[in-house]
């Protein structure tokens, strides 16, 4: 019940900020679609949900929607018992910096940010998403943990079942964050094969990401239907950047934690060499791309289709999935007027996005229905917002 007052006031508003909408969607189209990882000051950003028109209308095997029902059912009700596999953690590199820009001398909080009836400073925000992002792992795999490495200078403290904090040394600085990221991942794979070296332990399967993400299906599966693979990677068809570093998921096994962590030694080598002068936002990604590519047989091309599939690179079994369905991003600017596949698991909330993530969760949270909450995402996902 408690989004009420904001649907009315969605409802009444939804009119004019239609037509407001559509202005932005023209403008867009001249916009760089590639660049979607950037934000785009030109335009406004709304510090309320927008509704406008679902795209993939009428397109089979895409989600549909009237208003924010959902016409089809996305995903089968709750998880399958029979089905029981090794665990999965999750992994997010996550810390607080020390905004003093939070509050005035006085204690006044400056800056406050209302989502739903929660306000939030510019620290909280970063925390409520964390929060979020667990949320929704919890809904969707309730059997998983969350292990939140973090700089050990941050005093991050998180008390909530299944979720571990685990500090890593580093430098954590915004403009090195990206780097450290990839370090800290390294790090973490050599104290988990580490701990095999010394015992026989039980195989836990691990996905690395962002933490602006939101699980909305059970990805224990993957580790089943593609029983080959040492580490996943997501990709798009896009040439300049077709992979994204914000979804890694990797074999628990020693083999799996060895290969993977010699991967992403490739990955790290790559980024310091080539990509430093890169945007503090970006440099992974290129170095991904790059020791990709530099693989003399791969066939780029196959990029350009939304089907998995599976290469040898740097010494490593990597199985590529399709964003459409394991990291997808809603359809803000030119890109993706293709709807959102019905079996879609992982939603991505880059860059200006993320008031819809918290916004989608209250939703969830008040109707326990996540194919209507798809379509929520669907409808607003293109609207830039202030959170
Ligand atoms: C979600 O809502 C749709 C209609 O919007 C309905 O068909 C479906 O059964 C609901 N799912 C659950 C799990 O309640
Ligand atoms: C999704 O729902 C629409 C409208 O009810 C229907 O026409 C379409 O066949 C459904 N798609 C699938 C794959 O079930
Ligand atoms: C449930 O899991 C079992 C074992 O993995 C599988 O054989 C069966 O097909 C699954 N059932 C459904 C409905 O997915
Ligand atoms: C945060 O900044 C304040 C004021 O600049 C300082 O007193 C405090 O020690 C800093 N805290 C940390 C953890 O760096
Ligand atoms: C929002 O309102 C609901 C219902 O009035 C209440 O249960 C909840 O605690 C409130 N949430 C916050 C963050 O204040
Ligand atoms: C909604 O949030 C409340 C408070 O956090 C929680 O007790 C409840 O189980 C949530 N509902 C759903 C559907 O997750």
């Not at 008390?159 to 991942?185: A, C, F, H, W």
């Not at 007027?337 to 008040?366: I, Q």
Request: proline share 5%; hydrophobic share 35%; with cysteine.
């Amino acid at each position: 019940m408690r989004s009420c007052i904001g649907w009315r006031r969605l409802l009444f508003l939804t009119p004019l900020v239609f037509i407001v909408l559509h202005l932005l969607s023209v403008s867009e189209l001249h916009r760089d679609a590639s660049r979607d990882d950037l934000p785009n000051k030109r335009n406004k950003k709304f510090d309320h949900l927008v509704i406008g028109p679902a795209a993939g209308q009428g397109l089979p095997n895409r989600l549909q929607c009237q208003g924010t029902k959902a016409l089809n059912k996305t995903h089968l009700p709750s998880s399958n018992l029979s089905y029981k596999g090794d665990s999965v953690a999750f992994v997010t590199v996550f810390t607080v910096y020390n905004t003093s820009l939070d509050s005035h001398p006085d204690g006044r909080s400056v800056n406050l940010i209302k989502v739903g009836n929660a306000s939030y400073s510019k620290t909280e925000r970063s925390m409520a998403i964390l929060n979020v992002f667990i949320n929704f792992i919890q809904k969707s795999m309730p059997q998983s943990n969350v292990i939140i490495l973090t700089d050990p200078a941050s005093d991050l403290s998180i008390r909530r079942n299944r979720v571990t904090v685990m500090p890593i040394k580093g430098e954590y600085s915004r403009d090195k964050l990206m780097l450290q990221r990839i370090r800290s991942y390294i790090t973490f794979l050599e104290m988990k094969l580490e701990e095999h070296s010394k015992r026989q332990e039980h195989i836990t399967n691990y996905i690395f990401s962002d933490s602006d993400i939101s699980v909305v299906d059970d990805l224990g599966q993957i580790f089943y239907k593609y029983p080959n693979f040492h580490l996943a990677l997501t990709f798009r068809n896009n040439k300049d950047q077709p992979l994204n570093s914000g979804f890694i998921a990797i074999r628990g096994t020693p083999d799996g934690i060895l290969r993977a962590k010699n991967f992403l030694q490739e990955v790290l080598r790559a980024y310091t060499s080539k990509y430093m002068t890169a945007s503090r936002m970006l440099g992974d990604q290129l170095a991904l791309t790059w020791v990709v590519k530099s693989n003399p047989s791969f066939d780029g091309k196959r990029f350009t289709k939304p089907e998995p599939f599976l290469d040898e690179i740097a010494g490593a079994s990597v199985l590529f999935l399709p964003c459409a369905k394991y990291n997808w991003t809603p359809p803000e600017g030119a890109g993706q007027f293709h709807g959102m596949p019905l079996d879609v698991k992982v939603v991505h909330f880059k860059g200006s996005r993320k008031r819809l993530m918290l916004e989608s969760w209250n939703f969830f949270n008040s109707t326990s229905n996540i194919s209507d909450m798809l379509c929520l995402i669907l409808k607003s996902g293109r609207t830039k917002y202030d959170f």
